[in-house]
């Protein structure tokens, strides 16, 4: 459980869960240090933090390990501790796999999976130190079963959601919680003016371009129905970080908790099928 004021580094604040969860946590009592590419785009951050001195804007970018270096010295020198780290920063690269380039692949994996790795490798020796600290990962649904036109997409939070369970192990002589938040579709700039598409959607000529148009059709229909917004994600974070035995995984959306049950539970012929009959399908 946190104490009165604790040190909270987060990725990824510009937008979306990350700006929501500085904000949240900022006008809660604690200091916030909200990381972004970018700090010129704190405007929307800024003016929803209360208690400004609660909030430090810094410059990171997640796929640069030496400004995340500079970052996190920064921010021992300066507040001494970081109680919780928040690794949220990340992107999407919709499409279907033959369609991404390499260069596709190695972007995605470099910010979603490397570089919450890298930010996490930089913190840990001052967590270790002190006996104690939170990591929370921002994973996803997409985590914990993978679907038509997102493949590459899961297979890094296929990655979070592993790293997350085994660093769980890992850090535990050291009073260090770890945890992974798995929202489903979240209203955010990533899945709009943000998104990213494998270099080949576009291609008439590709084998997938008609299944790729059903498959964003049916994602832009249920995530109209089914999605939540940034500020849910981040209450369910001030929550984790407020309990003293946080559970390893969170999932967030009752239609997909709901989905994960029956995946479960069932034997694999039939969780197919119901996946098959429930998301994308192509004629």
């Not at 919780?84 to 369609?99: K, P, Q, S, W």
């Not at 972007?107 to 104690?132: C, D, E, H």
């Not at 390893?248 to 039939?270: A, S």
Request: charged share 20%; aromatic share 8%.
């Amino acid at each position: 459980m946190l104490k009165s004021q604790t040190n909270i580094l987060i990725t990824g604040c510009s937008s979306g869960i990350g700006l929501e969860t500085a904000a949240l946590l900022a006008n809660s009592g604690h200091r916030v240090i909200a990381t972004m590419r970018d700090i010129t785009k704190a405007k929307e951050l800024t003016d929803k933090v209360s208690i400004p001195n609660n909030l430090c804007l810094m410059s990171m970018d997640i796929t640069k390990p030496e400004t995340i270096v500079s970052a996190v010295k920064s921010i021992i020198e300066q507040f001494g501790t970081i109680d919780v780290l928040i690794n949220n920063a990340g992107i999407t690269i919709d499409g279907f796999f033959e369609d991404h380039s390499p260069e596709d692949v190695e972007w995605i994996f470099k910010t979603n999976v490397m570089g919450m790795m890298n930010v996490t490798r930089a913190v840990l020796p001052y967590m270790r130190k002190q006996k104690s600290g939170q990591i929370i990962n921002i994973g996803s649904i997409a985590g914990r079963w993978a679907l038509p036109a997102i493949s590459v997409y899961s297979a890094t939070k296929f990655a979070v959601d592993g790293f997350t369970e085994g660093l769980r192990h890992e850090l535990m002589p050291w009073g260090i919680k770890v945890t992974v938040v798995e929202p489903c579709f979240v209203n955010t700039n990533m899945v709009t003016v943000n998104r990213n598409v494998a270099a080949n959607t576009a291609n008439p000529h590709s084998p997938y371009y008609v299944m790729t148009e059903q498959a964003e059709a049916f994602y832009e229909k249920y995530g109209q129905k089914y999605e939540i917004e940034p500020e849910v994600v981040a209450a369910k974070i001030k929550e984790i970080i407020n309990t003293s035995n946080p559970k390893l995984r969170y999932m967030l959306g009752n239609r997909e908790q709901i989905t994960n049950l029956l995946i479960r539970i069932l034997p694999e012929r039939l969780a197919n099928l119901f996946l098959k009959n429930n998301y994308p399908a192509y004629e």
